[in-house]
């Protein structure tokens, strides 16, 4: 199972919020509902959003046994 738990704490040390992710970043409120469902996203948006937050892969995701 894939959760996006660490992108919120990413988030949160590099100060931005989604609300910045949608507008000073373009990203869509249906991908931050995606993300927020850890439901799954292409990885041309996980690259997108470790350039944005300037991290690793380790930081937006974590997998986990099924």
Do not use: A, F, G, W
Request: hydrophobic fraction near 30%; glycine fraction near 0%.
């Amino acid at each position: 199972m894939i959760t996006y738990e660490p992108l919120y704490r990413t988030m949160k040390e590099k100060n931005i919020t989604t609300y910045k992710l949608i507008k000073d970043h373009n990203i869509s409120r249906s991908l931050i509902d995606r993300l927020k469902h850890n439901k799954p996203i292409s990885t041309v948006t996980l690259n997108d959003l470790c350039n944005i937050l300037d991290c690793s892969v380790q930081d937006i995701l974590l997998h986990t046994k099924d």
